[in-house]
Antibody, heavy 118, light 110 residues
Framework: QVHLQESGPGLVKPSQTLSLTCIVS??????????WNWIRQHPGKVLEWIGY???????YYNPSLKDRLTMSADTSKNQFSLKVRSVTAADTAVYYC??????????WGQGTTVAVSS | QSVLAQPPSASGTPGHRVTISCSGS????????VYWYQQLPLAAPKLLIY???QRPSGVPDRVSASRSGTSASLAISGLRSEDEADYYC???????????FGGGTRLTVL
């Protein structure tokens, strides 16, 4: 059974870069036609899709965020990562990683809370 | 303001049936599959329905869903206390070119 686990800094200062990692266990992220996604949940529970990356490295970002995002995949470590540049308070959220294919986002991590504050 | 409109709350008594609506547009629900997610308190979202009306393994058949035109709905019958959760619809939006979620509906079992 595939399991996802996010890790992150917890607290980031405004204008800095937020870095998150999602470790995939239970199967190789290269198996199957899955995209590996980041979704965040803002205070007040609104869900916002951030983007995805395939094990091949091909990625696609939410157009509203793409200028500040970089995603990468490291199949040797079976993990993928997200960087968000120039963070503001609006980036404060719980960040989830999730596996997705046409059958839905069927595996989610437990989420990691990120607060942007000086 | 979410692209997909859901009622903020819904409620029902144990054993009864409740439905949750999800209203979109011709750039999202009308042409793309709808997914539903359940989020229990202090937990991550969990896939409840995929491709409009399909249940993943482990989701009971008292959970059903449908899509028609620019709207979709989720129905839960035989309500139980453990159904108390937030429910979100989601789909791809062709205009925004992104996955979009509804604002969520908090289901209370009275």
């Amino acid at each position: 059974q595939v399991h996802l686990q996010e890790s992150g800094p917890g607290l980031v200062k405004p204008s800095q870069t937020l870095s998150l990692t999602c470790i995939v266990s239970g199967d190789s992220m290269s198996n199957g036609d899955y995209s590996w996604n980041w979704i965040r949940q803002h205070p007040g529970k609104v869900l916002e899709w951030i983007g995805y990356i395939y094990a091949s490295g091909s990625s696609y970002y939410n157009p509203s965020l793409k200028d500040r995002l970089t995603m990468s995949a490291d199949t040797s470590k079976n993990q993928f990562s997200l960087k968000v540049r120039s963070v503001t308070a609006a980036d404060t959220a719980v960040y989830y990683c999730a596996r997705n294919n046409s059958y839905g986002m069927d595996v989610w991590g437990q989420g990691t809370t990120v607060a942007v504050s000086s | 303001q979410s692209v997909l409109a859901q009622p903020p709350s819904a409620s029902g008594t144990p054993g009864h049936r409740v439905t949750i609506s999800c209203s979109g547009s011709n750039s999202n629900i009308e042409h793309n599959d709808v997914y539903w997610y359940q989020q229990l308190p202090l937990a991550a979202p969990k896939l409840l329905i995929y491709k409009n009306n399909q249940r993943p393994s482990g989701v009971p058949d008292r959970v059903s869903a449908s899509r028609s035109g620019t709207s979709a709905s989720l129905a839960i019958s035989g309500l139980r206390s453990e159904d108390e959760a937030d429910y979100y619809c989601a789909t791809w939006d062709d205009s925004l070119r992104t996955w979009v979620f509804g604002g969520g509906t908090r289901l209370t079992v009275l």
